[in-house]
Structures are given as C-alpha cells and as structure tokens.
C-alpha cells in the first residue's frame, strides 16, 4: 500500500499549458506539503496544508495553486508553465504541524518543459 | 545566511568502512527537530532518522547513527559498515517550531559513492 501516492510520475508538456498534479496520503496525517527539487537537486518547501488550510506559502509565483479537498489530498495547479517550472515536485506528509514527526515523501513528479 | 550547511557535495567509502555526513545548522528556537534524509538514483525521499532538540542521547536506526552535538549545532550522519546500496544523495533538515513557522528546511545533499 503506497502512503503518499502523486500522479503523474512523468509530465511533459509545452510552455504555456496547464497542468496539474495529484496527491493523495493514506497515512491519516493532519499536514501536508509541495517541495519542489531543482535541477542541482536543491530542495525548497513552496506550499503546506494543516486539515485543509493553508499555513505555509513560501515565494512561489501565483501560477501555482494548491487545493485541498480534504486532509487526505493536496493537488497543485500550475497555469502558464514556464521553462524555469521544470524540476521534480514532491508531495509530502506528516502527522500535523506541532510535532517534530518525519514527513513521509511521494515518488516525485518530474516536470518537463519543451 | 544558510541554515542547514551540508559542506561535502561528494564523499567516497569503501564498502563496509563507517563514513560520516556532515551538517551544520543555525536557528534561535530552542525547539526544533533535526532529519536525514536518503535519496537513491531513482529518486524517492526516503527518512532514515530523527533528532529532537531536547533529546539527551543520540538518535540510532540500525547502522545510521546521528552525532548530535547541540552546543557546535552538528548532526553528522554516521553509516556504519557501507553497503553498495547505501549510495544516494543524503539530505540534513531541520524542522524549526513555532518560532521558525514550523517550516522544514533541507541542505544542499551530499552525493556518498560506496567503492566495493
């Protein structure tokens, strides 16, 4: 059983275009988070959700739009893709937002721009 | 300035010899937790061990050990005996409290090759 699922796993597409992805956590957590991991492998929270509410937005551009239908699932919109969007996103999870719990990462999205 | 330093982009180990991943950090909250992180060539995140601030002994999984040394404000990551499988990118966070937003900051990673 895979604990926190995203989908796609590949995603190319023009520049331009609108994509989203899915996330999905079976884990019963409180907290979850979008990180996005650049091509030096630099690894930089953007979003994070508590019990469907917003409490972590980092300097991302408002292109991006997460939403969080339930606690279990934190999908991220992107409008108007750029070349720089290219990286691999990673969804995570964690128990909530006070302990010091590890977060539990999906696979990664790997987002490619032509 | 940065707050989680990794300074080793690279290190090389022979298989079975111990090899240590250093990580510095630099926050004001007296309550904050320290991660690492692993990340194999196919590319999922996978948490190896934890170290809470408050924590009197250092944290141990198996052959992961974390040296924490609160007053230099290190978290070296020590494997003990290498194995083949044990190269990946290694990633140090730390997780500030209230104080630092609760967010999770990651270091730059250091790249371990284990040489049979």
């Known amino acids: 059983d895979t604990a926190v699922s995203q989908t796609p796993k590949y995603l190319v597409t023009q520049m331009g275009n609108d994509k989203s992805i899915k996330c999905e956590q079976n884990?019963?957590?409180?907290?979850m988070y979008w990180y996005k991991q650049d091509s030096k492998k630099f690894l930089k929270i953007m979003f994070s959700y508590n019990n469907k509410e917003l409490i972590i937005n980092e300097t991302v551009p408002n292109r991006f739009s997460p939403k969080s239908p339930d606690k279990a699932h934190l999908n991220l919109h992107i409008n108007s893709l750029e070349l720089g969007d290219s990286a691999v996103y990673f969804c995570a999870s964690s128990q909530d937002i006070i302990r010091n719990q590890p977060q539990h990462f999906g696979d990664g999205t790997r987002l490619s721009i032509l | 300035a940065q707050k989680i330093t990794q300074t080793q982009p690279g290190m090389f180990v022979q298989e079975k010899e111990a090899v240590t991943l250093d990580c510095t950090y630099d926050t004001s909250d007296p309550s904050y937790g320290l991660f690492w992180y692993k990340q194999p060539s196919s590319g999922e995140m996978i948490f190896l061990i934890y170290?809470?601030?408050?924590?009197?002994q250092n944290a141990t999984e198996g052959r992961y050990s974390l040296n924490f040394q609160k007053a230099r404000k290190s978290a070296n990551l020590v494997i003990s005996a290498s194995q083949l499988g044990d190269s990946a990118m290694y990633f140090c966070a730390m997780r500030e409290g209230q104080g630092g937003g609760f967010k999770t900051i990651f270091g730059a990673g250091t790249r371990l090759f284990v040489k049979a």
């Open positions: 884990l019963g957590h409180d907290t």
């Open positions: 170290q809470g601030s408050y924590d009197q």
